[in-house]
């Protein structure tokens, strides 16, 4: 899909930008996470300080990517660029862009236009706990599964981990962002938490072993107990991406992770794919399945 990158240079009286248009479709599989980290890396490189990011040919773009896509914005401000959004008129995409609540958001607007199946795309505040909680609350309230009480704690604490990382140590320079939609005719769930720090793999290979490659890094990671905060505090952590993995099993819905260098998925097998173009900090995504026939406990 990388071909699909299509970059122009435009000029009309006097204005010059930077155009870059997106596929016909964003969806949840390796080439679309190797193409926004491309999108990524041009939009920083990019000599113009203006750039506007395509969408009128692009038909479907998965709820997950809504995080990544809107933190862009944030991304290119803190390098000096102003980007753009353009979609069709009245397009599907367009109207999903409202309903995220990323158009209120990137306008500097009230959210207005968000549905009651999102979960409004935002700048996470990471000093502001009870935002966090709130935001976790949302998820779990429009979850399509039936949680025990000690199963929704449980998987509140993952997800909640998730959000903690965040502020313990990715150094996120650029924002924290976060963004979830049901999709009743689909019948999922998808979320995602953005953060514009320094990556797992980078990470990890600071604290724990620099001869690591990336994908060894992040196994290290995806393991039961593993933390580098474990490593200063002594305190029992690691748990958060370990569980949320065990719970897709058991939902056959998918754990998808963008950091750095590495793309890795969950989806009843794992998949790791290396990126030329290496994305600034972690992504992290996860669909969850409508699933009304079984109760989730630990």
Known sequence: MENLLYIAKETRNDFMAERIIFPISLNNNADTYKFLSKVQNDLIDSNETTIILDFTH??????????????????????????????????????????????????????????RNAIPF?????????????????????????????????LFKNIYEIFNNSVDHSR?????????????????LSFSVYDTGVGIP????????????SKSALEWALKRGNSTK???????????????????????GSLNILSNDIYYQYNATSNFEHLSFPSMGTFIGITIIADYDHIYTI
């Open 58 to 115: 692009c038909r479907f773009s998965h709820a997950i990517f809504t995080s990544y896509l809107g933190a862009l914005a944030y991304i290119g401000a803190s390098f000096g660029k102003t980007i753009k959004y353009q979609t069709s008129k009245n397009s599907k995409l367009s109207e999903y862009f409202y309903n995220s609540g990323l158009y209120d958001h990137i306008m500097k607007q009230p959210d207005i236009h968000s549905n």
């Open 122 to 154: 935002a700048s996470i505040d990471l000093k502001d706990d009870s935002s966090i909680i709130e935001y976790i609350d949302n998820i779990l309230e429009l979850a399509p599964i039936q949680l025990t009480e000690q199963g929704h704690e449980v």
């Open 172 to 188: 996120a320079n650029h924002g924290v962002y976060a963004c979830g939609h049901w999709m009743p005719q689909k019948k999922y």
């Open 202 to 213: 980078a990470l990890i290979k600071e604290k724990i072993d620099n001869t690591m490659s």
């Open 230 to 252: 474990q490593l200063l505090s002594g305190i029992p952590r690691g748990l958060g991406l370990s569980d949320l993995q065990d719970f897709i099993r058991l939902n056959d």
